[in-house]
C-alpha cells in the first residue's frame, strides 16, 4: 500500500500538471475559434446527456492543422527556430566547454566556489537579466560606449533587435545548463587517463582530443539537449533582443494567442511544436540511459 | 644452479647500468619525498622499490616515466639525461596502479593506442596487437570494453598495453594491489615469466614486502625519502641492515642490548638482567659497551620441551598465545622478565598431535649464526 502511495505521487503531479493540460489544449486545437468566453467551440455541455456528448466530439476537427499548411509563416517559423536553436546550441557549447574544462582542472578548494558563481545569475530575475542585455546591446548601450571610446568602431554597432542579440541572450541565459553537465563529466575523469596516453605517445593535445573529448562526449550531448530543447520553443529573448528578422515559432505562438486571440491556431502550433520536441526529447533520455549504463 | 643466481649484474663492476640517479632530491613545498638518492639499475633487471606508503617509491617512479622532475640531481637512462625528455618521447612505459584503460576503447584498441600514436603501418600494429593479446591470454576478448571484462583480465590488458611498444624500461606501480591474494599470487609468477620471455627491465613499486620478494631480482627498501638498503631478496631477509629492513621484511624477533664481549667475529651480548648472554656472530666490528640490536626470525628459533642440549643460546618461559596459520604455528613466549619472543614451527604432524599449549613452560633454543646484530 505504502509503495503504491509513493509511486502514485509523481504519477498524480503528471496527470494533474501535464496529461491534463495537455489534452485540454488539444482539445482546444481541434476546436473552431469562436467570439465567446472561452473564444472557440464547442464546449462540452454534459447537460444535455449522451446527445450533447456526441455533438461535442462531432464539433472536432484537424481544421487548424490544415491551415498550418496553407500558410508559410508557420513552417518559415519551425524551421527558423530550429536552426536559431541550433546555432545557438553550438555558441553555448564552444563557450561553455572551455568554462566547465577550466572549472574541472582548478583546485579543489576553489571548485566549489566556481561552480557558485555559475548558478549565482539565477538569483535574479530571469526577465531583468534579459532588460539589462538590452542596456548593454542597444547603440547607445555600455557596448557601444565603451567600443566608441576606445575607437573600436566610428559608429555604434547595431546589435540589439537582430539574430546576434537573439544569440548572445540564448547563450548567456543557457549557458549554466551547458557548463553544468560537461563539468559533472570532466570533473570524475581519472587524470591517469591522460597521464596514461602521454606515457604512450601522445602530446598534450592529442591526449586532450583522444581521451578528453571522448570521455566528455555523455555531458556534452546532454549539456546541447538541456540548451537546445527550450531554445527551439524561447519567447522572452527573442521578443525582447529580436528584431523584425527574427523569426521563432515561441513567438509566433504568443501573436495567435494575444494579438489574434485564436486560441484553437495557436494550440495547433503548441501541439506541433510538442511534437517536434519528442525527437530531441527521446534522444536525450537515450543518451542519459546509455551513460547510466556504462557507469553501472 | 638456476639462472637467476648467476644473474647479478649489479656485482659486476665493467657493467653498465640502464638507470642511474645521481644525487636525486624531489622536493614538494616543505617535504621532501625522495633525499638525495644514489641507485643503479641494470638491463633485464625485476627491481622492487619497497616501502610503505609515504615512503617517496612512486615518486621515484614518477620521474622515471617523466611525470615529475628532480629538484636536484640527474637521472641518467642509457648514459643520457632524461630531465629534458617529455613522458611522451621516453622509451619507459608506464602501468598505472589503477591500470587507467581508456573506457571508450576496446581492449584491442587499448593495446593498439601506443603503438597508433608511432604511426605504423596498420598490418604491423595488428600483428603486434595480436602477438600481446595472445602473451596475456585474451584473444577472446579483444572486442570488450575495459568494463566488460574482470579485474584479473583489466591488469593483463593494462599490462599488455604498455608491453606492445617494447620499452627499454617497464614500470609499475602496485599492479597487483587491486587484485585478491590468490589472483595476485599466480599473476606474480605470470610477471616473473612475461619479464623473462620479453627480456624488458622492469621496476615495480609496491608496499608488499612478498610481493617485492616473490617478483624481484633486487629489493630497495625505502623510508622517509631514503633507500635504506638495496638488496637481493635473500639478503634483504637474512641479512637485514637495520632493525627498520628486519621489521618491515617478514616477522622479526629484535632485542636491543650491549656488547659485552668480542672474540673475533663472535659477539656477546647482554640484554636482560635475569637472561643469559646472546651469542652470535656479527658481520661488523662493534665496540664492547656499545648498544646492539639483536634481530632473529621467528623460524629461526627451535621451541622444545627439555633445555636443548647443543644450542648455544637457549631461553625458558612461558606459552602467551598461539597463532595456527595451517601450515605453521607462531608461539608467542613470554620469559620470566615479561619479553616476549615469537618462535614458529612447521606443522608437520595434525592439530591434535600438537605439542605444546597455552601456559606451558618450554624452552627456544638458536643457533649464533641464527640472527643478525645490527647497529641501528
Known amino acids: 500500500m505504502r509503495r503504491f502511495v509513493v509511486v502514485a505521487v509523481p504519477y498524480l503531479w503528471l496527470l494533474a500538471l501535464f496529461l491534463i493540460p495537455f489534452v485540454i489544449v488539444l482539445k482546444i486545437s481541434l476546436s473552431d475559434p469562436a467570439i465567446a468566453i472561452p473564444p472557440y467551440a464547442p464546449t462540452l455541455d454534459l447537460s444535455e446527456g449522451w446527445q450533447g456528448l456526441k455533438d461535442f466530439f462531432a464539433g472536432l476537427d484537424f481544421e487548424n492543422f490544415a491551415f498550418l499548411t496553407t500558410d508559410d509563416l508557420y513552417w518559415k517559423a519551425y524551421l527558423s527556430s530550429l536552426r536559431i536553436a541550433f546555432v545557438a546550441t553550438l555558441f553555448t557549447l564552444l563557450v561553455g ?31 531583468i537579466r534579459v532588460y539589462s542585455w538590452m542596456g548593454i546591446l542597444s547603440s547607445e548601450g555600455y557596448l557601444n560606449q565603451v567600443l566608441l571610446a576606445l575607437g573600436v568602431v566610428a559608429e555604434p554597432l547595431t546589435i540589439l533587435n537582430t539574430n546576434a542579440a537573439v544569440y548572445v541572450g540564448i547563450v548567456y541565459t543557457y549557458l549554466p545548463f551547458m557548463i553544468l553537465p560537461i563539468y559533472a563529466t570532466l570533473e570524475k575523469l581519472d587524470m591517469s587517463l591522460l597521464e596514461a596516453a602521454e606515457d604512450l605517445g601522445c602530446s598534450r593535445l592529442s591526449a586532450f582530443w583522444l581521451v578528453t573529448i571522448p570521455l566528455s562526449v555523455p555531458g556534452i550531448v546532454a549539456g546541447c539537449f538541456l540548451v537546445f530543447i527550450p531554445t527551439i520553443g524561447e519567447f522572452v529573448i527573442p521578443s525582447l533582443l529580436g528584431g523584425s528578422e527574427t523569426l521563432m515559432i515561441g513567438k509566433v505562438l504568443w501573436e495567435e494567442f494575444f494579438s489574434n486571440r485564436d486560441w484553437p491556431v495557436a494550440s495547433a502550433v503548441a501541439v506541433i511544436l510538442l511534437l517536434i520536441l519528442i525527437v530531441p526529447i527521446i534522444l536525450f533520455q537515450r543518451n542519459e540511459q546509455k551513460q547510466r549504463e556504462a557507469e553501472g | 644452479m638456476s639462472p637467476q643466481t648467476v644473474f647479478a649484474p649489479w656485482d659486476d663492476p665493467h657493467e653498465k647500468p640502464l638507470i642511474q640517479f645521481r644525487n636525486v632530491t624531489k622536493r614538494f613545498g616543505d617535504f621532501t619525498a625522495v633525499d638525495n638518492i644514489e641507485l643503479d639499475i641494470f638491463e633485464r633487471e625485476f627491481f622492487a622499490l619497497l616501502g610503505p606508503s609515504g615512503c617517496g617509491k612512486t615518486t621515484l617512479m614518477r620521474m622515471l616515466a617523466g611525470f615529475e622532475t628532480p629538484t636536484e640531481g640527474t637521472i641518467l637512462l642509457d648514459g643520457k639525461d632524461i630531465a629534458p625528455i617529455p613522458p611522451n618521447r621516453r622509451a619507459t612505459n608506464m602501468m598505472f596502479q589503477s591500470y587507467a584503460l581508456f573506457p571508450h576503447l576496446t581492449v584491442r584498441d587499448n593495446i593498439a593506442f601506443g603503438l597508433k600514436r608511432e604511426r ?10 595480436d602477438e600481446m593479446l595472445r602473451l596475456v591470454q585474451l584473444q577472446k576478448f579483444a572486442t570488450r570494453k575495459p568494463h566488460q571484462i574482470s579485474g584479473g583480465q583489466r591488469q593483463r590488458v593494462a599490462l599488455a598495453r604498455c608491453l606492445a611498444k617494447a620499452p627499454k624500461l617497464l614500470l609499475l606501480d602496485e599492479p597487483l594491489g587491486a587484485l585478491d591474494k590468490k589472483l595476485r599470487e599466480e599473476t606474480q609468477f605470470e610477471l616473473m615469466d612475461i619479464q623473462e620471455k620479453t627480456g624488458t627491465t ?7 614486502q612478498e610481493e617485492a620478494m616473490t617478483v624481484a631480482s633486487r629489493v630497495a627498501v625505502m623510508d622517509h625519502g631514503k633507500l635504506v638498503q638495496v638488496a637481493t631478496p635473500d639478503v634483504i631477509y637474512e641479512l637485514p641492515s637495520s632493525t627498520y629492513v628486519a621489521d618491515f621484511i617478514g616477522d622479526v624477533n629484535i632485542l636491543e642490548g650491549r656488547i659485552t664481549g668480542q672474540d673475533d667475529d663472535r659477539v656477546e651480548i647482554a640484554w636482560a638482567e635475569d637472561q643469559p648472554s646472546i651469542h652470535a656472530k656479527a658481520r661488523v666490528a662493534l665496540a664492547p659497551g656499545s648498544t646492539a640490536y639483536f634481530a632473529i626470525r621467528p623460524e629461526k628459533i627451535a621451541i622444545s620441551a627439555t633445555r636443548p642440549e647443543t644450542a648455544p643460546n637457549a631461553v625458558t618461559g612461558k606459552v602467551l598465545d598461539i597463532a595456527y596459520l595451517g601450515n605453521i604455528s607462531t608461539y608467542h613466549v613470554e620469559l620470566p622478565g615479561g619479553q616476549v619472543i615469537k618462535a614458529q614451527s612447521t606443522n608437520t604432524d595434525r592439530m591434535a598431535a600438537r605439542e605444546f599449549t597455552w601456559d606451558d613452560t618450554v624452552w627456544l633454543g638458536w643457533s649464533d649464526a641464527a640472527g643478525v646484530v645490527l647497529e641501528r
Request: without cysteine; charged residues 25%.
Open chain 1, 97 to 127: 566547454f572551455p568554462i566547465a574544462y577550466g572549472m574541472a582542472r582548478a583546485e579543489e578548494r576553489w571548485r566549489p566556489m566556481l561552480l557558485m558563481l555559475v548558478i549565482l545569475p539565477f538569483w535574479t530575475s530571469f526577465l
Open chain 2, 120 to 129: 605504423r603501418p596498420k598490418p604491423e600494429i595488428d600483428a603486434r596487437v
Open chain 2, 202 to 208: 622492469f621496476v615495480i613499486v609496491t608496499h608488499d
